[in-house]
T-cell receptor
C-alpha cells in the first residue's frame, strides 16, 4: 500500500521568510496530493492540492510542486506570517475520487515574529 | 468553519461504557469518512461511506461500529474500548463522484479511562 514520508517534523522560521515542507510517496499510481493545515483545537483544513497531470500550482503565498519521477512533492509558503503557525499534513491517494488518503506524519511550523 | 460539525467535542468514557460520536455535514456531499488521529501517528482512515453504503473498512476493530443513516449524518458507536483508543476522531465529507476534496470537522477528543 501507499506510504507517505514527511519532513521535517518541526520547522521554525522568521516572519517574512519562506518555509518548505517535503513529502515522498511510494505508490507510483498515486494521482492526488492535498496539503492540510491544522490549528490547535481544529480539524485539518485543505489549503492547496495538486493532481498528477500538473507540476506546480500556486495560490497567493502558497505553492505546491510535484515531481512524479522522483515521487515527491513539496509545499512552499512565502512571506510567512504568524498566522501560518500550525501543523501541516501532506497526503496522497491513488484511489478513484481520492477517497483513500494516506497522510504524512505532519510538520509543526512556527513563525517567529 | 468548514460545514462539518461533530458532537461531542470532548468525551471521557470507561472501558465498559457505550457511547456514540455524531457527525453532520451541511455541504451537500454524499461521501463521509471517519479518521483517527493519535499523538505521534499520522491520520488513519477508518471507514468510508458513499451514498450511505460502507465502501471501506480499514481493518478497524469491531468495538468501533459506524452507522450512516443518510448522506448528511454519520455516527461512530463505541463499546468496550481500550485506553489505546484514546485519540482525536475526525469526520470528513466529500463528493462521492467527480470530487476529490475532503472537508474535515473539528473532531471529538476521546479519552478512555
Amino acid at each position: 500500500g501507499e506510504n507517505v514520508e514527511q519532513h521535517p517534523s518541526t520547522l521554525s522560521v522568521q516572519e517574512g521568510d519562506s518555509a518548505v515542507i517535503k513529502c515522498t510517496y511510494s505508490d507510483s499510481a498515486s494521482n492526488y496530493f492535498p496539503w492540510y493545515k491544522q490549528e490547535l483545537g481544529k480539524g485539518p483544513q485543505l489549503i492547496i492540492d495538486i493532481r498528477s497531470n500538473v507540476g506546480e500550482k500556486k495560490d497567493q503565498r502558497i505553492a505546491v510542486t510535484l515531481n512524479k519521477t522522483a515521487k515527491h512533492f513539496s509545499l512552499h509558503i512565502t512571506e510567512t506570517q504568524p498566522e501560518d503557525s500550525a501543523v501541516y499534513f501532506c497526503a496522497a491517494s491513488a484511489a478513484e475520487g481520492a477517497q483513500k488518503l494516506v497522510f504524512g506524519q505532519g510538520t509543526r511550523l512556527t513563525i517567529n515574529p | 468553519e468548514t460545514g462539518v460539525t461533530q458532537t461531542p467535542r470532548h468525551l471521557v468514557m470507561g472501558m465498559t461504557n457505550k457511547k456514540s460520536l455524531k457527525c453532520e455535514q451541511h455541504l451537500g456531499h454524499n461521501a463521509m469518512y471517519w479518521y483517527k488521529q493519535s499523538a505521534k501517528k499520522p491520520l488513519e482512515l477508518m471507514f468510508v461511506y458513499n451514498f450511505k453504503e460502507q465502501t471501506e473498512n480499514n481493518s478497524v476493530p469491531s468495538r468501533f461500529s459506524p452507522e450512516c443513516p443518510n448522506s448528511s449524518h454519520l455516527f461512530l458507536h463505541l463499546h468496550t474500548l481500550q485506553p489505546e483508543d484514546s485519540a482525536l476522531y475526525l469526520c470528513a465529507s466529500s463528493q462521492a463522484t467527480g470530487g476529490y476534496e475532503q472537508y474535515f470537522g473539528p473532531g471529538t477528543r476521546l479519552t478512555v479511562t
